[in-house]
């Protein structure tokens, strides 16, 4: 019989048409394999794995180093800026924004390379963004800020009082690209504005009380405020005299306050610089009012004596006092309670028929002052 012929056409030896030789899948998989990472040689694989199982083969490993279309260079710009804040404190241009903390493409931005801030003289109205650059000159530039960082930069006045200036930034990548000017703050450079020179804090019943003196040329007065141990001063109000009443406070815990004076300008207001500091922990040393409404049953046993509820919040009680009327010289009042009283009655059964009685009431307040004494009611026993 003639041998029988693998691959190949009976008798021909030629292979069968549209298909590949054994020996060149062997080396295809070979070099899928050495792909995935597995060192092998084309004589290695087995002689006798058929097409069937190197198609599998080929088939599960073809992903392995497939080249795709090329990807372009990422460009690295830096986003835009669009909160860019100016104003004028003192004699200082005071300057906040917040660096970008992405890239156009979305890519996470440690650093922004450059950032440069430019400002133009503008006459009043809109300020177009396309045409900035036009006659805008660099006033400052700063290197490698964080990206995403809140920034906060002090510049000397740029310009003279009534000069109206608009600023924007820059974001630079470190080949120089730049996606343009960000949003325009506009500030208008008014006269210096000093500010009071002397910050006095006192505490009132209900409030604590600012007092300094008036500043010349300032339309007003903006206040500042600190509490606790945060170290942050946050804007509290605004008042046209030199004074300001806190009311929102806590007895025992510690405040700071500021003041600046400001001028009115068309882009707003300029501020001068911080006032000195004054600083005030609150104690409660004022007693409530003196109770009010005093009256009285008196039987032969007893006076009956009750009076108004005090209207302070933080009344903790009363004291009753009494004194008594004999001869030309009265007796000194004692307090008849021993505990504090938490309702405004008290029934008096030390009493003796045919004397009279002089009864006055106090009231205390949760930290122990107690107010003076209400007016003196006289109670006759029967």
């Not at 030896?13 to 084309?42: I, K």
Request: proline content about 10%; aromatic content about 6%.
């Amino acid at each position: 019989m003639p041998p029988r012929n693998r691959g190949g056409v009976a008798g021909t030896g030629a292979p069968f048409p549209g298909r590949t030789p054994v020996s060149h899948n062997r080396s295809r998989a070979a070099a899928l394999l050495r792909c995935a990472g597995l060192t092998v040689r084309p004589d290695s694989l087995l002689p006798a794995v058929g097409a069937g199982v190197l198609a599998v083969l080929l088939l599960t490993l073809s992903g392995c180093g497939a080249i795709g279309d090329p990807m372009p260079p990422l460009l690295n710009i830096p986003a835009r800026t669009a909160d860019l804040q100016a104003s004028q404190r003192g004699a200082e241009l005071i300057l906040q924004w917040t660096a970008p903390g992405q890239t156009t493409e979305g890519i996470a931005l440690k650093q922004v390379d450059r950032t440069s801030l430019l400002a133009k003289v503008v006459e009043t109205g809109s300020v177009d963004a396309a045409s900035f650059d036009t006659g805008a000159r660099e006033l400052a530039t700063w290197n490698d800020l964080a990206g995403g960082q809140k920034v906060e930069r002090h510049l000397p006045l740029p310009a003279s009082p009534g000069v109206r200036l608009a600023l924007a930034v820059k974001n630079f990548s470190a080949r120089g690209r730049t996606l343009g000017v960000s949003n325009i703050a506009i500030v208008q450079i008014g006269p210096l504005v000093s500010p009071p020179p002397k910050l006095s804090a006192t505490v009132q019943p209900a409030a604590i009380r600012l007092e300094w003196a008036p500043v010349s040329g300032a339309a007003g007065y903006r206040v500042y405020k600190r509490s606790g141990e945060n170290p942050q001063f946050a804007y509290l109000g605004s008042t046209t005299a030199p004074l300001f009443e806190d009311s929102n406070f806590e007895w025992g815990e510690p405040y700071a306050y500021f003041v600046r004076a400001y001028a009115e300008v068309s882009t707003g207001i300029d501020e001068s610089a911080d006032s000195p500091v004054a600083a005030i922990v609150p104690h409660d040393v004022f007693p409530p009012s003196p109770p009010a409404g005093l009256r009285a049953v008196a039987t032969e046993t007893s006076a009956e004596i009750s009076w108004n509820l005090s209207p302070e919040p933080d009344t903790a009680g009363y004291n009753i006092y009494r004194r008594v009327l004999s001869g030309s010289a009265p007796s000194p009042p004692v307090r008849l309670n021993a505990e504090l009283l938490s309702a405004p009655v008290f029934s008096d059964k030390d009493v003796q028929r045919q004397r009279r009685y002089v009864y006055t009431v106090t009231a205390v307040d949760d930290k122990g002052n107690e107010s003076g004494p209400s007016a003196p009611l006289e109670v006759a026993i029967p």
